[in-house]
């Protein structure tokens, strides 16, 4: 069955460095999004992704933060100047149709700010 | 305001019991409702979903119901293994809200032998 892959699985990096989460989406997925997790917390929304452009994002993504789908087979979230608060599970999903019914979630990258 | 949220954070249930997680959601324009489970160090992992036209959905060794009129949903897990010890969330689209989740904090589920 196919899978959403993430790289890498474990980013540390300092405060202030920009950094870029990978994900490869399904094959033949069209939606793409990208949530984060906390430790301990709940699953939050950061963007929705279609057709080349941000379809929603939530009040998170900020100006940090930026999407793009670079190839035609990734799509990497950077974040410009890393925060402490920023220290989280990032997890990338995808999904057929519009909406995140059957979407499939990636594994998430692990984002340490020290 | 608009939540969604879980009535117990950790659930503790002997292997072969039947196990029940509830979740209460606030926002009736929520037309669409689905149950991820979450293993450590994984991606929420999609369980069963429902529509609001729907009061319960079956899947294998999985129920989904839901009561629209006071707002709830649970997930009923038949014969609980060990491999069902995860956390569980609960997360509901928002009509018009675009391809937004938005998840509850999750439960807990323990499975002891």
């Known amino acids: 069955e196919p899978e959403v892959t993430q790289t890498p699985s474990h980013q540390v990096t300092q405060m202030g460095q920009e950094v870029i989460l990978r994900c490869v989406p399904i094959?033949?997925?069209?939606?793409f999004y990208w949530y984060r997790q906390i430790l301990g917390q709940k699953v939050e929304f950061l963007v929705s992704?279609?057709?080349?452009?941000?379809?929603?994002k939530s009040e998170i993504f900020d100006d940090q933060f930026s999407v793009e789908r670079p190839d035609g087979s990734n799509f990497t979230l950077k974040i410009r100047s890393t925060k402490l608060e920023d220290s989280a599970m990032y997890f990338c999903?995808?999904?057929?149709?519009?909406?995140?019914?059957?979407?499939?979630f990636g594994p998430g990258t692990r984002l340490t700010v020290l | 305001g608009e939540s969604v949220g879980l009535h117990l954070p950790t659930l503790s249930v002997q292997e072969g019991d039947n196990s029940i997680i509830n979740c209460a959601y606030s926002?009736?324009?929520?037309?669409?409702f689905i149950w991820y489970k979450q293993e450590s160090g994984k991606g929420p992992q999609f369980i069963i979903d429902?529509?609001?036209?729907?009061d319960k959905r079956q899947g294998q060794r999985v129920t989904v119901l839901l009561n629209k009129t006071v707002k709830h949903l649970s997930l009923q897990i038949a014969a609980t293994q060990p491999g069902d010890s995860a956390v569980y969330f609960c997360?509901?689209?928002?009509?018009?809200?675009?391809?937004?989740?938005?998840f509850g904090t999750g439960t807990q589920l323990k499975v002891e032998l």
């Open positions: 999903a995808s999904s057929i149709t519009p909406g995140l019914a059957g979407a499939k």
């Open positions: 094959s033949n997925h069209l939606y």
């Open positions: 429902i529509r609001s036209n729907m």
């Open positions: 997360a509901e689209i928002l009509t018009g809200g675009g391809n937004k989740l938005t």
């Open positions: 926002n009736s324009a929520s037309d669409y």
């Open positions: 992704f279609y057709n080349n452009e941000i379809s929603e």
